[in-house]
């Protein structure tokens, strides 16, 4: 539900090793890390707190191990007197950050120090006074937060607005969609279920049961991304495991591979914020980071036992990958990593049925050359969704050689100055490069940044895409001419292939007597001429785009659907025994060419090129080298009497 770009979902790095996250304070009387309530600066523990020059300490020493990055949050952070010069200090000896608060501290001094580069998070908990201080149970939080956004706007900072969803305030969400609209470019919506509190306080905890949303509406507000998903399953396999464990520790997997550590006020340090138990988290005073995260955490891995209280109930369900569930929450549930959450169980049932939902009416399989692309709309696929052709390439098998493209229907709220490097401007299109990811911005021919018709992230080797179309009218008409929705698939397959070995031609293919020809040629060349003259002869690939991809040591000829003049297509393959480039003429002769020069020439001015780098002119000159050297190569001199067709049978 988050109306900013999303960008690093799709990203193949793994993050940085080390991401810090450090609580400055709970200042809770009960020790509550889950708190709406702006508690005074008076708390009994305040004493036991972590001390600016102790907290210096610690973040020097993790950045010497690698930490780069830092969570800064509570409780509310800026409720510590020091918080300025805590904040101070991590922001500008890290490469990035990021701060979850309330707002309602936000002086116009630390807004000054919120300019710098960081992920700054500021919660909302109704769209009028009344409800979002009947939520804090603190009178007046609301002007104070709104009061943080003026002093926050006034310096110049961005900022994305968190909407807190929960029972007392649902019914203004879409009021508060407005409120966050008007207060930033960007907003976000909070975790749409609730934990329960970390001192287990059983007022609280009823609280906070009371203001759980039902399943139906967790899921509305934060249905699973099917392509996402299938995308990270693989991944997620570390944090099932994390779940299931091993035969002897509930964590053994997960701290095998941790990046993250959390830190709580009191100087307290494990692997994950939820983790409570003293017997699981080590004091840095009485010791270092260094032997902390060395030593300590990776001890921590058979420590809690998987029961067989456990294994009956989560760590065997069937709707454990539709699930939220993980031991810490059984924990602030029961006091009992073992211990199943019953709330989460009805939260994943929903998420299967919506996403079986998703998958039967949301989803369509396509292959071509060997490539399976998976298809996901937020809208319902219909029979009539995409024009008739791509039911030669309709597929129910998943291959290994994934694609997946995912649909919106809206373009997002985004600065073009979060976007990273322009690396081309060049209508229809901006591209800008954002760590491992391409971003495109459908511009006018006027180019400027303004009114954009479509935006595009694709992952680095464009295997995974998220597109986002400026409104649903187009799809709605149906018969749709590509998969991506832009005029034609080109970018994406002349993007894909280049990493497979492949490329996308100007050029007509067909299966004659068995054999696979392609006949190259731009626009005029004859290449749908020549597909006429084979129709009834030679079974049809298509008369205008041809894959050609190397497999198994040898070059296969793949129809495509971007077809010219001529409507038939086939999804077929077959071994790629000779490459024709069209000279029209008043006779008929082939010549064969020897010329290797000028037949990589000519293939390379054949290519369907996509956006144009260093690396994918590499692999294309590698891989046109080694057609040119395998396939035999002729000039085909043509007319339009069909005396061709006996020229080639000889061939």
């Not at 495991?241 to 520790?249: A, M, N, P, S, V």
């Not at 799809?475 to 996308?504: E, M, V």
């Not at 070059?555 to 480039?581: C, K, M, Q």
């Not at 090129?609 to 080298?625: Q, R, S, V």
Request: aromatic residues 12%; glycine residues 6%.
């Amino acid at each position: 539900m988050s109306k900013y770009l999303e960008i690093r979902r799709i990203l193949d790095r793994p993050r940085i090793p080390l991401t810090g996250n450090i609580d400055l304070t709970y200042r809770c009387n009960d020790n509550c890390k889950h708190c709406w309530v702006r508690i005074p600066d008076t708390a009994d523990n305040k004493e036991d707190e972590f001390s600016l020059a102790e907290i210096r300490k610690i973040v020097d020493e993790a950045k010497s191990m690698g930490c780069r990055e830092w969570s800064i949050s509570g409780g509310e952070p800026m409720i510590r007197g020091d918080f300025a010069e805590i904040f101070d200090y991590i922001s500008r000896t890290v490469r990035s950050y990021s701060i979850n608060t309330n707002g309602t501290l936000i002086t116009p001094e630390i807004a000054v120090l919120m300019k710098r580069k960081g992920s700054k998070m500021i919660a909302i908990y109704g769209a009028t006074k009344d409800v979002h201080d009947s939520i804090t149970h603190s009178p007046g939080s609301f002007e104070a937060t709104m009061r943080g956004f003026s002093y926050l706007k006034e310096a110049g900072v961005n900022f994305t607005v968190q909407i807190i969803p929960l029972r007392d305030n649902y019914h203004q969400f879409e009021d508060m969609i407005v409120l966050a609209k008007s207060l930033s470019a960007s907003y976000r919506i909070g975790a749409a279920w609730l934990y329960l509190s970390a001192c287990g306080d059983p007022m609280r905890n009823k609280e906070i049961i009371s203001q759980r949303l039902s399943p139906e509406e967790v899921i509305g507000l934060d249905s699973p991304n099917i392509s996402y998903n299938d995308w990270i399953s693989q991944r997620q396999k570390a944090h099932s495991q994390c779940q299931t464990g091993t035969k002897d520790g509930i964590f053994a997997s997960c701290i095998a591979n941790r990046r993250d550590f959390h830190i709580d006020p009191y100087g307290k340090m494990s692997f994950c914020c939820f983790i409570k138990d003293s017997n699981l988290r080590y004091d840095l005073r009485a010791g270092s980071f260094n032997e902390c995260w060395d030593s300590f955490i990776p001890a921590l891995a058979d420590k809690v036992k998987i029961t067989p209280e456990y294994r009956e109930n989560c760590g065997s369900c069937e709707l454990r990958e539709d699930c939220r569930f993980c031991p810490v929450y059984g924990y602030l549930e029961h006091r009992s990593f073992s211990a199943k959450v019953d709330y989460l169980c009805s939260v994943a049932k929903e998420n299967k049925r919506f996403r079986e939902n998703q998958l039967t009416r949301h989803r369509r399989y396509y292959k071509i050359a060997d490539i399976t692309i998976q298809v996901n709309s937020d809208l319902p696929i219909k029979e009539d969704t995409f024009h008739p052709k791509f039911k030669y390439f309709e597929t129910t098998e998943v291959s290994d050689e994934m694609v997946a493209i995912n649909h919106h229907f809206s373009i997002p709220e985004f600065r073009v100055d979060d976007l990273g490097k322009l690396v081309c401007l060049a209508s229809p299109w901006a591209v800008h490069k954002k760590d491992d990811s391409w971003i495109y911005l459908g511009i006018p021919p006027s180019r400027e940044y303004k009114d954009f018709h479509r935006v595009a992230v694709f992952s680095h080797d464009y295997s995974r895409s998220v597109i986002y179309n400026v409104n649903e009218e187009n799809f709605l008409k149906g018969k749709l001419q590509s998969l991506t929705l832009f005029p034609t698939d080109q970018l994406l397959l002349a993007s894909i292939l280049a990493n497979r070995q492949g490329c996308y031609l100007h050029s007509c293919g067909l299966i004659f007597n068995g054999k696979g020809f392609l006949f190259a040629g731009h626009s005029e060349a004859g290449k749908s001429t020549i597909a006429t003259m084979f129709k009834e002869k030679a079974e049809i690939l298509c008369d205008d785009r041809i894959i050609v991809r190397r497999q198994s040591g040898r070059f296969r000829l793949y129809g495509t659907w971007s077809h010219g003049d001529v409507p038939e297509v086939s999804a077929n393959s077959t071994f790629l025994e000779a490459i024709f480039f069209l000279e029209k003429s008043s006779e008929n002769f082939i010549l064969p060419m020897d010329n290797k020069k000028e037949i990589i020439r000519r293939l390379l001015s054949y290519l369907v090129k996509p956006l144009l780098t260093a690396d994918w002119w590499d692999k294309m000159f590698w891989l046109i080298e080694k057609i040119s050297n395998e396939v035999p190569c002729y000039v085909l001199y043509f007319d339009k009497s069909g005396k061709v067709l006996n020229l080639l049978e000889k061939i």
